[in-house]
């Protein structure tokens, strides 16, 4: 397999949620660590991107942190900072709001992509939605990141439409469950309470 690296996007305003969402809890510990863990189980390299490290002292010390070079870019600015720190041909993007993220799915995007060459990523749909947050791109393709933002643009669908993305459908109700409001977080919450997760 090629060699693999994390990027945990958590740059982010957090307006919905109104409180960090990285630092919520689930399974009483913060969803940045959860998320982190699995990383770390496939993944030889993992970055956390973000403008203040300090609070998430609670990490791993195998975990790296970078700043975003091109900042308020949303998103699309935070991966092509985090590709700045690996070289790595694969780079498996997760923003810090998908607590449920499997390795499983992780190791088989990794698959899905070395069958194909030509292809720049793989991008899930689950629950008829495109996940370019939960996505394994080409470190080639840092490029298109950058000359997103520097075209002023700032949408991951600006992106994905310049890049040559496999996708494929998974459909599990949580595993891309995406915690953007207090009511996802609940949602998140009752899933664990309910045993509803693998
Ligand atoms: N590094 C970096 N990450 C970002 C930036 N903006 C958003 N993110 C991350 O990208 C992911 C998706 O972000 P959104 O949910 O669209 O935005 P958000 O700012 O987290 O939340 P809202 O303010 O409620 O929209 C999250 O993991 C964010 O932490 C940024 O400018 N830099």
Known sequence: ????????????????????????????????????????????????????????????????FAKDIYQNCGPVGGIHAGMEKSNYPLQFVIACDY?????????????????????????PIANEKLHPLYALYRRRTQASFEQIVKSGRRRMMDVIEELNIKTFTQNDPYEFLNMNTPVEYARAQHAINMNLID
Do not use: W
């Open 1 to 64: 397999m090629e060699q693999l690296h994390g990027i945990v996007l958590a740059g982010g305003q957090s307006r919905r949620m109104k409180e960090p969402k990285e630092l919520l809890l689930l399974h009483n510990e913060p969803v940045l660590l959860l998320i982190c863990r699995q990383l770390l189980a496939v993944c030889e390299r993992v970055t956390v991107v973000t403008a203040d490290p300090s609070p998430y002292s609670f990490l791993p010390s195998m975990v790296r």
């Open 99 to 123: 607590p449920f993220v499997r390795t499983k799915t992780i190791m088989k995007m990794v698959q899905c992509l070395e069958q194909d060459p030509s292809r720049d990523g793989v991008v």
